[in-house]
């Protein structure tokens, strides 16, 4: 006589797929939420980089300008102003400082804000780059 020696064991199968099943959507939901993180902190990076990158246009402009116009008294205000793109704006401050010329250049992206700062200096009608620095808020 053949006996089945764990007849009481019946439907055990359906409780370890069940379990299966539980541990295998814990670890997907762990893996979404890293791969948000991941993608959020992306989207920041990319963030600061087009805003870095309107502000170093704005010194870009800020130096063109010097080379045909080395008098802030001909701008309005002293500042330059770059509005009307997708999602950011650029500002320009020049300010003349004992022969050369400070240029603050703030480029704004969402809500990310970056800021350089460079000196010029104008030459036989050229524009020359002394130096230039990030700031950081």
Do not use: C
């Not at 797929?17 to 997907?28: K, L, P, S, W």
């Not at 979404?32 to 170093?56: H, I, K, P, Y």
């Amino acid at each position: 006589m053949i006996r089945r020696p764990l007849q009481d064991e019946r439907g055990m199968a359906l409780g370890l797929a069940i379990i299966v099943v539980v541990i295998i959507g814990v670890m997907g939901a762990g893996l979404l939420t890293l791969v948000a993180t991941d993608l959020q902190a992306v989207v920041e990076v990319n963030r600061g980089e087009q805003a870095f990158e309107l502000a170093e246009a704005g010194i870009e402009v800020a130096k063109a300008h010097l080379a045909t116009d080395q008098s802030p008294s001909d701008w309005s205000s002293g500042e330059l102003h770059m509005d009307g793109m997708a999602e950011g704006s650029v500002s320009v401050t020049i300010e003349p400082d004992d022969g050369s010329f400070k240029a603050l250049s703030t480029g704004e992206y969402e809500e990310t804000r970056r800021r350089i700062e460079a000196t010029f200096s104008v030459e036989d009608g050229r524009t020359v780059l002394l130096g230039w620095r990030e700031l950081y808020e």
